[in-house]
């Protein structure tokens, strides 16, 4: 295969986005003091660098443009993370500089042809280019995305992702992709009388933002009573809240939005509130189901907070229940 005639004869005014997952340090690298570093690489690439907003741990940085502006803004990149581990280096006497890496983000549906037959296409690239290639196995979470990692100088960076936007042209994504999108970072957040408090070390810090008045309008839109005792409100935590049982009845035609399709929303609420989550079997002549929550005070308030959440977000179809997602 020849894949600079690919380019220069399908490539080059082909408008391309390419998604990279980096971390916060090589975000605050990129855009530099003031934002200087990534006003330059716009203006000499010509390609348009979107990052994601957030406090989260990982950030999405979106390149779209031309091919050949997309290579640019790659070597402004490559070049600027060698930049970086040159500098970092300077205070150590390593004999060798460890290679440039770059997370790229892919559609799982394109990895396929990245990987090539018995892993044909991926080993070209790895011997082309002289970077290490790697695609990973498992999707990034909630989305139908994989990280493709890429190592190595970055002249040879550069020349991997030529291809790999070669590919990506030939082969365009099949279905819905669903993005990934980091998570914020996980500080938890815990609800007790209408107020949000967030733990930092054994207390409980009060967290005026939108979020209270989120589950403000939760608690006063729950479409059931609770059958347990909320959470007393508490200026202090204790460093690990004995565990403990509430209990919740949901009429049987709401259950499903709390479950989700194939139990997504269920198995999210249980992750994001450490929280244990059963859902008893509908009992016959019975309109009505009962979910126990167990876990720490600080566990069971969270998955309250998000049950009621997924109702005030699904409030507009409470007239409408044919609409709903089924369970």
Known sequence: MEPTKVQSEGGLNVTLTIRLLMHGKEVGSIIGKKGETVKKMREESGARINISEGNCPERIVTITGPTDAI????????????????????????????????????????????????????????ESTGSQVQVAGDMLPNSTERAVTISGTPEAIIQCVKQICVVMLESPPKGATIPYRPKPASTPVIFSGGQAYTIQGQ????????????????????????????TPAFPGLDASPPASTHELTIPNDLIGCIIGRQGTKINEIRQMSGAQIKIANAMEGSSERQITITGTPANISLAQYLINARFRDVAAMWNDPSSMTPS
Do not use: W
Request: include cysteine.
């Open 71 to 126: 290579f640019k803004a790659f070597a402004m990149i490559a070049y600027k993370f060698e930049e970086d581990i040159i500098n970092s280096m300077s205070n150590s006497p390593a004999p060798s500089k460890p290679p440039v890496t770059l997370r790229l983000v892919v559609p799982a549906s394109q990895c396929g042809s990245l990987i090539g037959k018995g892993g044909s296409k991926i080993k070209e690239m790895r």
């Open 203 to 230: 207390y409980a810090i009060p967290h005026p933002d939108q979020l209270t008045k989120l589950h403000q309008l939760a608690m006063q839109q729950t479409p059931f009573t609770p059958l347990g005792q909320t």
